[in-house]
């Protein structure tokens, strides 16, 4: 990828990044106000959209859904909601301005998937960025993940 960290992409750049995922089936929806994304939520998009359970991928001003269904009366919206029984998904609010990205739902039936899915996200996450988990329903999920990237100051 030729952009540096913290650089914005405009809709044509990131696009035509989201193109060669689309032509394999995912679909990568980017609601019509967005204008314009930072590099990091769209190189996050783009390895999630890499793991091959992931099929929905939807991108607004504030959030980044991905998941392995979408709701069936809502064709673009993924679902990630937690306890779901079948869908594998998460969702990230993200802020440019204050450089932080919130863990708001994650969902997987098959073990192993969320940690995937988390890997996806903070794989060569920028040093000025923080990650956070404001609500921990994960029973020991989220203390493994803060173990394993223990080099990155998270926000608990």
Known sequence: MLWQMSDWLNKREFEELFLPYKGKGKQICVIN?????????VKMAIRLAELNFINY??????TLAASSENYPKRPQVPVTQLDHETATGVQILYSPSYKTINFYEINSPVKGNGSKM???ILKDFPDDWQPAVV?????????KMKEKYNKIEWIM
């Open 118 to 120: 988390v890997d996806a």
């Open 33 to 41: 106000r967005v204008r314009q994304l930072p590099s990091e939520i």
């Open 135 to 143: 609500l921990d329903w994960s029973d020991g999920f989220w203390d």
């Open 57 to 62: 991928i939807r991108i607004c001003d504030e």
